[in-house]
């Protein structure tokens, strides 16, 4: 039997395990799982977004394991993804099909089929509720089947893209059809230069934040693309794999709630004439979930992304390559770590040059 | 869920056997072009990313239930994260683990190669932050492996020139840069100098994980490996000279530096606990 030392260290992280199940069990309410799932909808999309799961249920699992730790939550349930084994790539999701929850257009009054407003805190004040502090369930549960009985018989949405008006047209750039696969970030190291799948896969799992803050950089001055939402939809996609033992059959295997975004922008183009093609473009953003800042702003750095310039969010690597979630915060964190063999070396070339070796 | 005595809910050392696979090509990769960064595509793994996932990936990929385990973190086998690593490895393998270098087959560390020769039946992996020795000369990654295709490492060498110009001698801590087979330049992890000649024509396969940078690669047994230096300032280790364990009374190791609060004392102990440990039990 091989031996193995039991010293301080193992046992001095025992106990700080220990401390920090304390820390989490603190208070005399239990948080449920589904209590986490259904009232913290929001923190709940931002943890399966990141970590690139669509696992709500999951997701609360993991928000309640570290204190409602976002980074933490996404750390687990990223861990947790990489012990499932990839069976199958969905069949390609068309949003126009979306069973519509929000939907609006910043670019045009009237859209065809309206302007959905859907549930968004776009248009409340947002003023300490006191209210809350007491409200009882009873009484919210009346609300809530009154709102449902007020609601019923109501149609389900689908609707044509905003953009298609623009295609009709013949504003729209016209953009070649490119229907490779998919680049899987979740397989293979990013690329670089990136296609613009892996691009658009590696900003949706990206920190929210962090894309949020190069986005805006752009629009402040850092970069040039201030663009007009011509589209955001925010709804329910089918998710369909197809089936392997005949072709041209499909299963269906569940639904999934996600935001997409049509970004305009205005594209120029050379042509043999005297003056330049002016065209409308597209930046295009797609996140799990409500979180429409973060398909606002990846609509912004897809585009961005797209464009010569100086400023950060042109530069490939730059906005790629230092905003995921574990990562930064993994490398932030290794700090934490013991370092005192490379320090004794360092310390080394600073005690030679102290004597003049 | 494949056999595995002592979690359920995992397969075998964690990833999936798909994942495992494909690291194992890549790692037969740069086995096959030593010094060679190998993109891979790096799994998250529940430790954190930037604390020796890279190394651990390819542990977890190459391990056996005959295996036998070595960690450590600066040399230490009971360092914060070597225990916590050596922990997720047999939570879901149930291998057996040791601090005795000769006892283990794959030894997996952070910052240091053990002071004990190392044979061709143990293969020796070690954790990387960063893998792009030209990562000084160029931050972006579409540019320095255009460097590495054509060879171009000039940018390397002036670094270590201003060092000396500015400085009156190389001025490289840990980490100092290696040419593997006369071809590609390598960083060998941040391992003091004093490691560094263990890489040369060496037993053990050597193989480095960066988890967080997607990169793996290799020096396999008996490969050149030179640390890189001009003919003047020739490459030169930490100095050890008249430095004595204070636990083993080893000498002509690498060492910790200890500085006691409570008598003021000043002393140094081997950075290799297990190696000092062996010691210590040998002479009682």
């Known amino acids: 039997m091989a031996y193995v030392a039991v010293t301080g260290g193992q046992k001095a992280i025992e106990e700080s395990i220990k401390l920090l199940k304390y820390y989490r069990t603190d208070g005399d309410n239990d948080l449920e799982i589904e209590a986490i799932k259904d009232k913290m909808k929001l923190l709940v999309d931002r943890v399966i977004s990141e970590a690139g799961l669509y696992a709500p249920t999951y997701a609360a699992l993991a928000l309640k394991q570290c204190e409602g730790s976002l980074e933490e939550a996404v750390f687990i349930l990223r861990a947790y993804r990489s012990t499932l084994t990839r069976n199958h790539y969905s069949k390609t999701l068309n949003s126009v099909k979306m069973r519509i929850v929000r939907r609006i257009s910043a670019a045009f009054k009237e859209i065809p089929g309206g302007q959905v407003l859907g549930p968004t805190y776009d248009y409340v004040h947002r003023l300490l509720d006191f209210g809350i502090l007491d409200e009882g369930k009873k009484e919210n549960k009346k609300w809530r089947s009154d709102y449902e009985k007020y609601q019923e018989g109501h149609e389900v949405y689908t609707f044509q893209k905003v953009s298609d008006i623009l295609k009709d047209e013949g504003l729209l750039e016209e953009v070649e059809e490119d229907s490779s696969d998919a680049f899987d970030i979740t397989l293979n190291k990013l690329p ?112 961005a992304l797209r464009t010569q310039g100086d400023a950060p969010v042109n530069d490939e690597e730059f906005v790629l390559l230092h905003g995921d979630c574990l990562e930064m915060n993994g490398f932030l964190s290794h700090l934490k770590l013991p370092h005192y063999v490379t320090f004794q070396s360092r310390l080394d070339q600073l005690r030679k040059k102290k004597e003049g070796l | 869920m494949a056999d595995n005595n002592k979690n359920p809910h995992y397969n ?204 793996i690669y290799a020096v396999p047994p008996h490969t050149d490996v030179v640390s890189l230096a001009y003919d003047d300032y020739p490459f030169s280790i930490e100095n050890v000279k008249g430095r004595v364990c204070k636990l083993c009374g080893a000498t002509g190791v690498f060492f910790d530096e200890i500085f006691d609060s409570d008598t003021n004392e000043h002393f140094f102990q081997c950075s290799d606990s297990g190696f000092c440990e062996k010691r210590r039990r040998e002479v009682n």
């Open chain 1, 192 to 303: 670089l230069p990136a296609p613009r799948s892996a691009r658009l896969q590696t900003m949706t799992r990206a920190d929210t934040g962090y894309v949020s803050g190069l986005a805006y950089s752009s629009l402040r001055g850092f970069g040039s693309v201030h663009p007009t939402v011509g589209e955001l939809r925010t709804g329910w996609l089918e998710v369909e794999v197809p089936y392997v033992l005949e072709e041209g059959q499909d299963i269906y295997v569940g639904e999934i709630l996600v935001t997409e975004v049509e970004s305009f922008v205005s594209a120029s183009r050379k042509t043999k004439k005297e003056h330049d093609e002016i065209k409308v473009g597209i930046g295009y953003g797609c996140v799990f979930g409500r979180n429409e800042t973060k398909a606002i702003s990846i609509s912004i750095l897809d585009r």
């Open chain 2, 12 to 215: 075998f050392a964690f990833l999936d056997e798909g994942s495992k696979r494909e690291i194992r090509r890549s790692i037969l990769k740069a086995v096959a072009i030593p010094g060679y960064q190998v993109p891979f595509g790096s799994r998250e793994l529940p430790i954190g990313r930037g604390w020796g996932t890279g190394g651990l990936q390819i542990t977890l990929s190459i391990i056996g239930k005959a295996d036998v385990l070595k960690v450590i973190d600066q040399g230490s086998d009971d360092s914060v994260n070597a225990v916590s690593i050596r922990k997720l490895a047999v939570a879901t393998t149930g291998i057996e683990t040791t601090a005795y270098t000769n006892e283990a087959t794959v030894i997996q560390s952070r910052h240091r190669i053990p002071e004990e020769k190392l044979r061709n039946d143990q293969i020796m992996v070690l954790q990387v932050p960063n893998p792009e020795p030209l990562r000084y000369v160029t931050p972006k990654e579409a540019v320095s492996r255009k460097l590495h295709a054509e060879a171009e490492y000039s940018g390397i060498w002036l670094r270590l020139y201003e060092g000396i110009v500015k400085y009156g001698h190389t001025v490289t801590g840990a980490d100092h840069p290696v040419s593997v087979s006369g071809r590609y330049v390598m960083n060998p992890s941040p391992i003091p100098r004093f490691d560094n000649p263990k890489l040369h024509n060496s037993d053990c396969l050597y193989l480095f994980g960066a988890g967080r940078e997607k990169k």
